[in-house]
């Protein structure tokens, strides 16, 4: 029971800093390296504004990141936007300038943030720790209402057609670039989130974001532009995987055969029976495509 929870915590990480960059590549095209930075900022709010309770501080580090986003895209990011390499440079820099100023501001030694709720509750017969419970809960819950956004209202249905072709939806009457700047905020405001959320159960520091990148990359790299439902699924498997290697080994040893794993099942994915298999499954966990 305690690997189940244990799951359906480092999902709810995994799966919001996923689903942010798949949002941010759906309609962009744009490969967000500075979303692991994004989540620091969200720690480091959470950990530093004790002033105020901890649910007031996730939501105060998710409302003062909306005008950086917006600058981030309007300014940075339109007008290299056809340069895939150039817009994923800037991200990069952007993450950069994001850890320098943590550390010039806080240094590099780690914080924690006190969790609001320290008690463990029982299920099942099995004790676990009832901030880390809420934290997965929460975030799956979030997860939950932006995948029926994106599948079931016309904001999802308008940064599925941008994503697809967004010629077509300025065509349509669409703004293409209103578009993008929503969907770079609603992305990045995911990542601000999750960092906030977890900063009790993560060593907030300036580096903290590069750690969180790759679990992230590796969900994004087996789903597809605009397939929000299997980045989420990607990030289930991946958080899963990272568990139970770590329920089994050591943490060393899980850590080395986690990138062996992933790097193997990418070297597969280009295979074109996997290739099948994998459209199979996204045309299911995308009925509203499908259909």
């Given at each position: 029971m305690d690997v189940l929870l244990a799951i359906l915590s480092q999902f709810g990480l995994y799966g919001l800093l996923t689903l942010g960059v798949a949002i941010i590549?759906?309609?962009?095209?744009?490969?967000?390296?500075?979303?692991?930075?994004?989540?620091?900022?969200?720690?480091?709010?959470?950990?530093?504004?004790?002033?105020?309770?901890?649910?007031?501080?996730?939501?105060?580090?998710?409302?003062?990141?909306?005008?950086?986003?917006?600058?981030?895209?309007?300014?940075?990011?339109?007008?290299?936007?056809?340069?895939?390499?150039?817009?994923?440079?800037?991200?990069?820099?952007?993450?950069?300038?994001?850890?320098?100023?943590?550390?010039?501001?806080?240094?590099?030694?780690?914080?924690?943030?006190?969790?609001?709720?320290?008690?463990?509750?029982?299920?099942?017969?099995?004790?676990?720790?009832?901030?880390r419970l809420i934290s997965g809960l929460v975030a799956v819950a979030v997860i939950g209402a932006v995948l029926f956004a994106a599948y079931r209202t016309g904001w999802g249905l308008t940064l599925r057609a941008v994503a697809d072709n967004p010629t077509m939806a300025a065509l349509l009457g669409t703004d293409p670039r209103r578009m993008r700047t929503a969907a770079f905020v609603a992305g990045g405001m995911l990542a601000v989130l999750a960092g906030a959320l977890y900063s009790p159960l993560l060593a907030v520091n300036p580096s903290m974001g590069f750690g969180l990148l790759v679990p992230m990359f590796f969900a994004l790299l087996f789903s597809r532009p605009g397939a929000l439902g299997a980045a989420v699924t990607a990030a289930f498997l991946v958080a899963a995987l990272a568990v139970l290697l770590r329920t089994w080994l050591t943490d060393t040893l899980a850590d080395a055969l986690f990138y062996i794993v992933i790097i193997g099942a990418a070297a597969l994915r280009s295979r074109s029976h996997v290739r099948r298999l994998l459209s199979w499954s996204r045309r299911i966990l995308s009925?509203?495509?499908?259909s």
């Open positions: 590549f759906a309609a962009l095209r744009v490969v967000n390296l500075a979303q692991g930075d994004l989540a620091m900022t969200g720690a480091y709010v959470a950990a530093t504004a004790t002033t105020v309770a901890f649910g007031w501080r996730v939501l105060l580090a998710c409302v003062l990141c909306v005008a950086p986003l917006m600058m981030i895209e309007r300014i940075l990011l339109r007008r290299p936007l056809a340069d895939g390499l150039a817009t994923m440079l800037v991200t990069w820099g952007v993450g950069m300038a994001l850890r320098q100023v943590a550390e010039l501001v806080f240094t590099s030694t780690s914080r924690t943030a006190a969790a609001p709720v320290e008690s463990t509750v029982e299920l099942l017969g099995t004790p676990y720790p009832a901030y009925p509203a495509r499908s």
